[in-house]
């Protein structure tokens, strides 16, 4: 059977065992039981604990401390979670955005230990002041102060001992049990959980580079070096490795402390458009965007300038994204739903979906309720989030990359508001998309996009002559075949697999009994009690059998 093939893959039976013994404490039995681990549920079906306050809480509620308990991996995929709404409703989304990534810090020697293994050379030798107490401390590595030789402050972000194999071996657990959910619960591919982990493992790769994450921080550099609003840190590269990663130290205030910018003399008007500024240009300018801008990673300099941190998780749009982007929301100002539903095909996104006509008219619906409102009367965080829970409930899943630009513009307008309850941020963004808009128009443009498709049509015609004797060839002989997929079957075949295996384990023990019955007769052999001793055996194996067949229906519920 394909879960037994699959449970003989598992490179870590341990770890497996205690990511399922945690999911049935907190309730999740019956999910579990549907998954075909029969090895593991035999194994766990004494661990299933009754626990009156656990039952009390919400289902989103019990997973969130599920992935607490089950460490930094799960806790990560929980964060990145919490901000895609177009997968999980807003239920799991605002139990998701309680987690919080602080775990006890790793010692001092550890953390030299790695430096020094990562770099060549003792701490003394790299920094002439190394902070043996880290300032922060996180799942996926801890961040210590220091002082290179010449005198510069900067901080050391190291990473944690042996945590890419432990988050590898999750990621190899979370994709099986990702394609179980598939197989064998009924319409589990509608909530793509295999889509899920795969982005998710992508992302979380993506952060433990650190060497990447320097390499994103000096694209940032780049794209802002001529912007006095905005600081991006110094990369110190002779001393970042993929598992060290060294910048400046910024000593700023943090967007968020409201109080601490006004007694710094501040302008939190000119913070919060400066800030907004720097998220749009990322967007729509440069397409290349800071993914986690919640304001713990945003510091604010003299002169109100910004400095953002923490470049692990980024997100970048190609150019058919961002005029894809700019064509949705000039579809939602001018209220065309047939733009809206053909930028999404252009996306390719809604090859499945069937029922365009109900999806036209809850758009419609949609855009009746903001036709002709004043631009700084719209919360755009509300825009987005009602546009996604049309796109969720007809199971149309937006890229990734898309769902973190609207998350980064949802998080930078809450930033902006909470500096300045005037703050607008949908009319800070019109000219940005005015602009990649009349960029997209630019007949050099259109002219290069028409020298590409001449180019393709050429080499089309230069090769159609070979492809079509090529077909013509495999028809005559044959060998041309038609792959059909099928949906939602498995469950079927999983039913009518097992139900072949019962009944012919029903036929042995009915033959048991039968053949026992013929030895009692037949009075030959050892006796007890004038009992042939062969066929009371017989009869006691055939009990057994029976006994632990009427279990395992019992406990599946089908009789």
Do not use: C
Not at 56 to 70: D, N, P, V, Y
Not at 271 to 294: C, S, T
Not at 298 to 319: E, R, Y
Not at 360 to 373: A, G, N, T
């Amino acid at each position: 059977m394909p879960s037994t093939r699959l449970t003989r893959n598992f490179r870590n039976v341990k770890r497996y065992h205690q990511i399922i013994s945690v999911f049935f404490r907190y309730g999740f039995g019956d999910i579990i039981s549907r998954l075909n681990l029969d090895l593991f549920i035999q194994a766990l079906k004494f661990k299933k604990i009754k626990n009156s306050q656990i039952e009390k809480i919400s289902t989103a509620g019990r997973l969130r401390m599920a992935f607490e308990e089950l460490g930094p991996t799960f806790v990560k995929l929980g964060q990145i979670l919490s901000v895609r709404p177009d997968l999980l409703s807003e239920n799991y989304i605002e139990e998701f955005k309680k987690l919080q990534d602080e775990v006890p810090p790793f010692s001092a020697e550890e953390a030299k230990k790695e430096i020094e293994a990562q770099l060549g050379k003792r701490v003394e030798q790299l920094f002439s002041f190394f902070d043996a107490t880290p300032i922060a401390s996180a799942s996926i590595a801890q961040v210590h102060r220091a002082m290179t030789n010449t005198h510069e402050q900067v901080i050391v972000k190291i990473q944690r001992p042996n945590i890419q194999d432990a988050i590898d071996t999750d990621l190899r657990i979370l994709s099986d049990l990702a394609k179980l959910i598939e197989r064998n619960i009924q319409d589990g591919y509608l909530f793509a959980p295999s889509l899920i982990v795969s982005e998710f493992a992508k992302t979380i790769r993506r952060e433990l580079d650190f060497y990447r994450e320097g390499q994103n921080i000096e694209r940032f550099h780049r794209n802002f070096r001529d912007d006095e609003t905005v600081h991006i840190p110094k990369v110190y590269w002779e001393l970042t490795t993929n598992r060290i990663l060294t910048m400046e130290f910024i000593d700023g205030i943090k967007i968020s402390e409201i109080d601490a910018l006004e007694a710094a003399g501040l302008d939190k008007k000119k913070i919060a458009i400066n800030g907004a500024q720097v998220v749009l240009k990322q967007i729509f300018e440069h397409g290349f965007f800071h993914a986690d801008p919640h304001p713990g990673n945003i510091f604010v300099l003299p002169n109100n300038v910004i400095a953002p941190l923490d470049f692990g998780m980024v997100g970048s749009l190609d150019q058919e994204q961002m005029e894809a982007v700019g064509a949705l929301l000039t579809a939602f100002v001018k209220k065309d739903v047939d733009k809206i539903i053909s930028v999404l095909v252009d996306l390719g996104i809604m090859e499945n979906m069937l029922d365009i006509r109900n999806l036209k008219m809850d758009l419609s619906d949609f855009l009746d309720r903001y036709y002709q409102v004043p631009l700084y009367q719209m919360d755009m965080g509300k825009i987005l989030n009602e546009m996604i829970t049309i796109m969720r409930n007809y199971h149309i899943h937006l890229p990734g990359e898309l769902t973190l630009m609207g998350k980064a513009l949802v998080t930078e307008e809450s930033v902006g508001r909470a500096l300045d309850p005037e703050f607008d941020m949908v009319t800070l963004a019109k000219p940005y998309v005015e602009k990649m808009m009349i960029r997209k128009m630019d007949p050099r443009k259109h002219l290069q996009d028409l020298a590409g498709t001449l180019d393709e049509f050429a080499y089309l015609f230069k090769i159609l002559p070979s492809e079509i004797k090529l077909v013509t060839a495999k028809l005559k002989k044959g060998e041309i075949k038609i792959q059909f997929e099928h949906r939602g079957l498995d469950n079927l075949i999983t039913g009518i697999s097992r139900t072949g295996n019962r009944l012919s384990f029903s036929l042995i023990v009915a033959a048991l009994i039968i053949g026992s019955s013929l030895i009692v007769h037949n009075d030959k052999g050892p006796q007890i009690f004038d009992l042939s001793v062969f066929g009371i055996l017989g009869f006691l194996i055939a009990a057994v059998f029976g006994l632990w067949l009427a279990i395992a229906i019992i406990r599946q519920n089908k009789l």
